[in-house]
């Protein structure tokens, strides 16, 4: 984080998101280039997208070791978190109920799904190898994260 506060680093992040999204709307672009954004600035063990395809979220574009490829609604972190709309912050995955366990190394996670008008499009997943990573300021900055790529993929229907 190159001596820059967590905050300051997630704000100097988002300019970037904005500036490479800017005019772009391809989503699944957008979605791997967000990626490689968040896995280079922030440094977590994993950072990915799971995308919503019928019944189920598919891997999508990710930085890490292999992951799992699909996910059930309500099953597992990112199942839950699209079953609930929300985010969800896992302090020790391992204490988690259903903790699907895509690599023996991820001990926190954090989940952001990617909503348009109230349908989950896909969830954001960044795991880290450390204990209590994720706190509300991770949850506030990829939420607006969140929201630039909800606006990115609306984008593609305006017809100008």
């Known amino acids: 984080m190159s001596g820059q506060t967590k905050e300051e680093n997630y704000i100097q992040l988002i300019s970037n998101i904005r500036g490479l999204l800017h005019g772009e709307s391809d989503f699944i672009a957008n979605l791997a280039n967000t990626c490689s954004l968040i896995y280079y600035s922030l440094g977590h063990h994993w950072v990915g997208f799971y995308r919503v395809i019928k019944d189920e979220l598919v891997l999508g574009p990710f930085h890490g070791p292999v992951a799992c490829t ?29 903790h699907i366990a895509c690599s023996e190394l991820s001990n926190s996670e954090i989940v952001i799904p990617i909503i348009v008008k109230e349908k989950v499009l896909a969830v954001l997943d960044l795991d880290s190898v450390e204990f209590y990573t994720f706190d509300e300021i991770d949850q506030l900055y990829l939420e607006d994260i969140c929201r630039i790529l909800a606006e990115s993929y609306e984008r593609k229907f305006v017809i100008s």
């Open 70 to 98: 699909r996910i059930e609604f309500g099953k597992g972190v990112c199942g839950k978190a699209w079953e609930q709309k929300g985010t969800i912050i896992v302090n020790d995955v391992h204490q988690f109920p259903g």
